[in-house]
């Protein structure tokens, strides 16, 4: 079935760095979504990106629906200690008889003060 | 605050036991979504409600686990002869008619099955 694959699966980031990490798929998505979750917390929905090439940012985050909509990426400039979680990449499968949203594996992002 | 929560955050039961654990969305959100989520991985979809009827569930939803949203509002999972195999985190999250994809979670609930 449809699967997302995330890179790096983990990252060690000095603080004030820039970061960036993506999302691929072997299909189409329609819709890239991008999560944080905290130790312990159910993930927050940071960015939805709902056309090829669409470049969004939330603050220092911005991420990017790939053009062969096989893709997205997210990049995070000059982090911080709070940016310290797992990035998830999420997406509606066309799979199923209604758009279930399934989510990559995540990358772990530590940062270094 | 009017986002998502869930109780308990935490429970820790005895294998064989029965568990319930309640979700109350987002006010206005029709839909509500079940996901469970292991030691570093992605959350996996279980089931999915649209008002008060269940639309959709996974393979992963064996017959011990079932799922009530009776008046379209909070919902709850429940989780007959519980196993070690299910310990993991619950989540649950709502999203809108104008923007389904957007889900928004709650802080979960971690089940420890001992």
């Known amino acids: 079935g449809q699967q997302l694959n995330q890179s790096p699966q983990s990252m060690f980031i000095q603080e004030g760095e820039d970061v960036s990490m993506n999302c691929t798929s072997s299909?189409?998505?329609?819709?890239w979504l991008w999560y944080k979750q905290d130790p312990g917390e159910g993930p927050v929905l940071l960015i939805a990106l709902y056309k090829a090439g669409e470049l969004t940012s939330n603050g220092r985050l911005t991420a990017q629906f790939g053009i062969t909509r096989k893709d997205s990426f997210l990049n995070i400039s000059a982090s911080i200690p709070s940016d310290v979680g797992i990035y998830f990449c999420a997406g509606p499968t066309t799979k199923t008889s209604y758009d279930k949203v399934i989510f990559g594996p995540g990358t772990s992002l530590s940062v270094i003060p | 605050d009017t986002g998502v929560s869930q109780d308990p955050r935490h429970k820790i039961t005895k294998r064989g036991q029965n568990v319930t654990f309640r979700c109350d969305p987002i006010s206005e959100h029709n839909r509500l979504y079940w996901y469970r989520q292991t030691l570093g991985q992605g959350p996996e979809f279980l089931t999915y409600?649209?008002?008060?009827?269940?639309?959709?569930k996974s393979r992963l939803l064996s017959d011990r686990f079932s799922a009530e949203r009776p008046k379209g509002s909070f919902s709850t999972l429940e989780i007959q002869r519980t196993e070690q195999g299910d310990s993991a985190m619950y989540l649950c999250a709502s999203s809108s008619r104008g923007s389904i994809y957007e889900q928004y979670f709650g802080p979960g609930t971690r089940l420890t099955v001992t």
């Open positions: 409600f649209q008002n008060e009827a269940q639309l959709e």
């Open positions: 299909s189409i998505f329609n819709t």
